[in-house]
């Protein structure tokens, strides 16, 4: 069965430090891997997104690291403020026409 | 704001009825998903639509149906609802039917409450 695991469940980091998120797979057909950011009450919203042939991919604050040989990768957010805090999912797609298989998401909250 | 409009945001309903939730994807967007977030199971995909044709199917109970119409707008029908179907439902859209091609923009989602 395809999954992606993601941990931890709950992050609570202070101003300015940096939160790390991590996700594991399984399926080697996976070759795209987004990260959503969902606020209460919203919809998941695009993050950053990266694919196997880079190892790392930076957007402002918002960096993915990527180990193809370990099927894990990763979202750090540098100098986290507390606008940040929100639900985090990491997801996966690829190998066929099915939808994103997300994470289950981590809850964090960054406080000032 | 994403673009894809979803309605309506509330549904209190009973077991055993029938309900149908309404999506309209960005301006321009072919391809429609569902998804369906839960507290124990997350956020999962349901089904996917593109430019009138199904194309692709998740963990849909065979109680679900969905349709997407020629202006491109869809409709998730769930039927013979049970406690456990309540649940946010959101629908995506993107341009193109490569789920790992193009980046998917997600409505504001229908709250579903089954009483």
């Known amino acids: 069965q395809q999954q992606v695991k993601q941990s931890p469940q709950s992050l609570i980091v202070q101003k300015g430090g940096i939160p790390i998120i991590n996700c594991a797979y399984e399926n080697t057909a996976f070759d795209y891997f987004p990260w959503y950011q969902q606020f209460p009450g919203k919809g998941p919203a695009l993050l950053i997104a990266i694919r196997p042939d880079v190892s790392e991919k930076k957007e402002g604050r918002f960096t993915i690291s990527f180990n193809k040989s370990a099927k894990q990768f990763s979202l750090h957010i540098m100098d986290s403020q507390p606008g940040d805090s929100a639900t985090y999912f990491c997801a996966a797609a690829g190998g066929g026409a099915d939808g ?3 994470g289950k998401g981590t809850h964090l909250i960054i406080q000032p | 704001d994403s673009g ?3 309605t309506p945001k509330h549904l209190i309903t009973a077991t055993g ?4 939730l309404r999506c309209s994807p960005r301006s321009g967007d072919l391809s429609v998903y569902w998804y369906q977030q ?4 997350g956020l999962q995909f349901l089904i996917q ?12 109970l065979e109680r679900f149906s969905a349709q997407q119409f020629p202006d491109l707008h869809s409709e998730l029908n769930l039927s013979s609802l049970e406690l456990g179907d309540s ?6 859209s993107s341009v ?3 789920t790992n091609q193009d980046t998917q923009y997600f409505g504001p ?3 579903l409450t089954v009483l």
Do not use: H, M, W
Not at chain 2, 17 to 20: A, Y
Not at chain 2, 49 to 60: C, H, L, S
Not at chain 2, 87 to 92: E, Q
């Open chain 2, 96 to 98: 193109t039917p490569l």
């Open chain 1, 100 to 102: 994103l298989t997300f």
């Open chain 2, 87 to 92: 649940a946010l439902y959101f629908c995506a």
């Open chain 2, 4 to 6: 894809v409009t979803q």
């Open chain 2, 49 to 60: 639509y593109y430019n009138g044709e199904e194309r692709a199917k998740g963990n849909i």
């Open chain 2, 109 to 111: 989602g229908t709250r």
């Open chain 2, 38 to 41: 839960s507290l124990d199971q």
């Open chain 2, 17 to 20: 009825q029938r309900v149908t």
